[in-house]
């Protein structure tokens, strides 16, 4: 039988690791706000926000195990690389500055909002804020949480005719004191589909 190679495991969970944890990376950058996400039912690929966070923390947690083992497993051959590199009459210098400069750059357009990598951050804060997200924006932060009868009080919306206009679109509504959260879920969609329905913005849910 072959023999179990534990250098080369470690190298594929490495890899698969980093792009699992990479992938999640996208999917947050494009997430709205918390609250935005539970209202809007913000999805990517799929997964919602909480799955996204949960496989971001786990594949970084797995990374910065996995390359410690890495190190660990191959410390004999890192130390006769550096060896090897340090014998030769050429040092890295060159490249190193190079590498430390490019860094500093990126960590002063950060610092300083300078163009256009500043696009990058002005536009996940347009992303966070709902605007690819939201057609209907929450009456309140986490609106979604709240009971039908708080929010038609806080859109000035009389309850009795939210609730008809719901029924009406095949949403039940067994209690005035049931969230928002929870009739979209029995009904299938999202927070803000049921609010347009019962504030009268929508005439379906779905």
């Given amino acids: 039988m072959p023999r179990f190679r534990l250098r080369i495991l470690v190298s594929f969970s490495l890899l698969g690791a980093f792009l699992a ?5 996208a999917a947050l950058y494009l997430r709205p706000e918390g609250s935005l996400a539970s209202w809007s039912g913000w999805r990517f690929l799929g997964v ?3 799955g996204w966070e949960g496989v971001h923390t786990l594949f970084v947690a797995l990374l910065f195990i996995l390359a410690a083992i ?3 497993i191959n410390r004999k051959a890192l130390a ?19 590498a430390v400069i490019l860094l500093a750059l990126f960590l002063a357009a950060a610092l300083n909002h300078w163009p256009p990598l500043q696009g990058l951050m002005d536009l ?7 605007r690819f997200a939201a057609e209907v924006p929450p009456p309140a932060p986490e609106a979604d949480k709240m009971s039908l009868r708080s929010v038609c009080a ?3 919306v009389p309850y009795e005719e939210a609730a008809g206009r719901l029924r009406a679109a095949g949403i039940e509504v067994p209690d005035p004191g049931i969230s928002l959260a929870a009739l979209a879920k029995a009904a299938g969609t999202t ?3 049921v609010f347009s329905v019962a504030a009268g913005r929508s005439r379906a849910a779905d």
């Fill in 80 to 98: 006769a690389y550096l060896r090897a590199r340090a014998a030769r009459p050429r040092r890295p210098w060159l490249e190193l500055a190079a």
């Fill in 124 to 130: 996940r804060s347009d992303i966070k804020a709902g």
């Fill in 48 to 50: 919602d926000k909480k």
């Fill in 21 to 25: 944890a990479a992938l999640a990376g």
């Fill in 70 to 72: 890495h190190v660990a």
């Fill in 191 to 193: 927070p803000e589909r």
């Fill in 154 to 156: 806080l859109a000035s």
